[in-house]
């Protein structure tokens, strides 16, 4: 079950990095557990932080990382031509 700040921390995460998509749910649901308990206050080891570490790096969501990221494209996609324009 989750918490209020995972809850959060998942909301967080979807503002921060609006290029997540649904492949991303097992990493975002993994990062959202751990900075819930960093918002709740609770004591969270040094393993659980060097695995954020890791989750936020294949998410994109550092700044060496970030630069490499590339967004979709806003098209409409009920619209055919759009492809080609």
Partial sequence: MKTQS???????FSEELPWLNKSH???????SDI??????GDEVGV?????LRMILN???ATPADASKVRMPDET??????AKYF
Avoid: Y
Avoid at 25 to 31: C, E, G, Y
Avoid at 35 to 40: K, N, S, T, V
């Fill in 25 to 31: 749910r097992a990493l975002v649901s993994i990062a």
């Fill in 35 to 40: 900075r819930g308990r960093q918002m709740a």
């Fill in 58 to 60: 294949s998410m994109g």
């Fill in 47 to 51: 393993k659980a932080l060097n695995l």
């Fill in 76 to 81: 409409n996609e009920d619209d055919a031509a």
């Fill in 6 to 12: 995972q809850k959060e921390a998942w909301n967080t």
